[in-house]
């Protein structure tokens, strides 16, 4: 299974898509970049793989294995990236700001019960995060940073 986050980077937050074999999936929200800091920075744009994880806190999750420099990025429920995560993605039914989102835990619960489809397919599932139109994005972001 292959999904692909494509990010808008912004000073006050990370927004993104996320495509299952190019088909729209939801929404993402993430830290700003921030030289791939620990808790104050989203992971660098790469291929990833990713399996499914469950703890107290976030119960159902997905893990981004191998992350260069970091440890335990997860996938998991939020919806104010500054509030919320530390380097995690967060997907969102709906963007409602730079790095702020709703409707998370219905987003999260589709990309889940697909992961685990995948998952009983014996399927390797690969994350690849790349920028859209970084250029483009820096001068929009100057002209008016209320939108996206």
Same mark, same amino acid.
């Given at each position: 299974?292959?999904?692909? +986050?494509?990010?808008?980077?912004?000073?006050?937050?990370?927004?993104?898509?996320?495509? *299952?074999?190019? /088909?729209?999936? *939801?929404?993402?929200?993430?830290?700003?970049?921030?030289?791939?800091?620990?808790?104050?920075? *989203?992971?660098?744009?790469? $291929?990833?793989?990713?399996?499914?994880?469950? /703890?107290?806190?976030?119960?159902?999750?997905?893990? &981004?294995?191998? $992350?260069?420099?970091?440890?335990? !990025?997860?996938?998991?429920?939020?919806?104010?990236?500054?509030?919320?995560?530390?380097? *995690? !993605?967060?997907? $969102?039914?709906? &963007?409602?700001? +730079?790095?702020?989102?709703?409707?998370?835990?219905?987003?999260?619960?589709?990309?889940?019960?697909? $992961?685990?489809?995948?998952?009983?397919?014996?399927?390797? !599932?690969?994350?690849? !995060?790349? /920028? &859209?139109?970084?250029? =483009?994005?820096?001068?929009?972001?100057?002209? =008016?940073?209320?939108? +996206?």
């Amino acid at each position: 299974m292959e999904l692909t +986050l494509e990010r808008a980077y912004f000073k006050e937050g990370t927004n993104g898509t996320l495509f *299952c074999s190019e /088909s729209y999936l *939801c929404h993402t929200i993430e830290l700003p970049w921030n030289d791939n800091k620990r808790f104050i920075s *989203c992971i660098p744009e790469g $291929v990833y793989e990713i399996e499914p994880r469950f /703890s107290k806190k976030f119960n159902h999750h997905l893990l &981004v294995k191998d $992350v260069k420099k970091r440890g335990l !990025i997860l996938i998991h429920a939020a919806n104010d990236a500054l509030k919320e995560l530390e380097g *995690c !993605i967060a997907p $969102v039914s709906y &963007v409602g700001g +730079l790095g702020k989102g709703t409707q998370s835990k219905p987003a999260l619960q589709k990309l889940l019960s697909l $992961v685990y489809q995948a998952q009983d397919r014996k399927e390797k !599932i690969l994350l690849t !995060i790349k /920028s &859209v139109n970084h250029d =483009d994005i820096r001068t929009f972001e100057t002209t =008016d940073p209320k939108i +996206l």
